[in-house]
């Protein structure tokens, strides 16, 4: 059954909506970043540039590197910008658009995401890179989609007591990265972690300016969580919502983070510009051969 011009919206020049690109721009591999200035800090360490395309703060550039292949695209900040993004990259690599149907074979992505990033453990250091080996969703954004079998429900359930987790708010979920591609990133400069994904920057992970928080033990909840001798280690805003929507969709995902800040300390960092270029080029690295 073909998708209707409401569903799969295309431009006049048949490109998927937001993100403005025709399914061959797209690599098999996908690196993802919030920051639209980012694209390029990304795409300067290519051997060449095929294609640069952008749309509102969705900026794509497609290249390659040692030979393979890889597309940079800026997500902006927040799940509700990645349900944008996963949803209209699957439908670049899965749907015909002349005929609006579901390709009968799937191809599956690797998205990687690179990403800022604070700490909540006093020992995790400044500077230093996380992988997120699981992400724990404030966000709700899941509970859109039917997902009962890629949710941690025991690791949930426990979040939630320990938490003493509000009822007005979204229920948390756990979700985990895909272990086979994480193997070609891992090494021994690289930190394990489980990941919380909030709503948003200020209140919802703590931070008090003018408002005041309403939970002021957010953060000492957070720190003190343990669950199968795992601990919340950092906070950002996008992780679970791209582990979340590639699991259902059938893509690889993980999501790399430059410690930048330790919420515990009070420490920020003095060269987060060169923290993040190295975890550029840490990742084409290793995604690469070199």
Do not use: C
Not at 78 to 89: A, K, S
Not at 177 to 192: H, V
Not at 252 to 269: D, E, K, M, V
């Amino acid at each position: 059954m073909a998708l209707n011009a409401s569903e799969l919206i295309l431009n006049a020049d048949q490109s998927i909506y937001h993100l403005n690109l025709l399914p061959q721009d797209l690599a098999h591999t996908i690196i993802t970043v919030g920051d639209p200035d980012r694209v390029k800090e990304v795409s300067d360490h290519f051997d060449t540039i095929e294609l640069k395309k952008g749309k509102r703060e969705f900026i794509t550039h497609t290249g390659t590197r040692n030979g393979k292949r890889i597309s940079v695209i800026s997500t902006g900040i927040g799940t509700d910008n990645i349900d944008i993004v996963l949803n209209e990259l699957d439908a670049l690599a899965n749907i015909d658009f002349s005929s609006r149907t579901i390709k009968a074979k799937h191809t599956q992505l690797d998205i990687i995401r690179i990403g800022t990033s604070g700490a909540i453990q006093s020992d995790i250091p400044i500077d230093s890179f996380l992988l997120s080996e699981y992400a724990v969703g404030l966000d709700g954004l899941l509970h859109y989609y039917s997902n009962s079998d890629i949710q941690h429900r025991d690791f949930q359930e426990a979040f939630v007591q320990h938490t003493n987790w509000a009822t007005e708010k979204s229920t948390p979920y756990v979700v985990s990265y895909d272990s086979k591609l994480a193997k070609m990133i891992i090494s021994n400069r690289i930190r394990l972690g489980v990941t919380i994904t909030s709503t948003g920057f200020y209140g919802p992970q703590g931070r008090q300016l003018r408002l005041v928080a309403k939970h002021n033990e957010f953060l000492s909840n957070l720190q003190t969580f343990q669950h199968s001798h795992l601990q919340i280690t950092n906070l950002e805003m996008e992780t679970s919502g791209i582990y979340a929507l590639s699991k259902l969709l059938g893509h690889r995902a993980i999501s790399l983070n430059a410690i930048l800040a330790n919420r515990i300390t009070g420490a920020f960092s003095r060269t987060p510009k060169k923290t993040v270029d190295e975890l550029i080029q840490y990742t084409l690295e290793r995604l690469t051969g070199g």
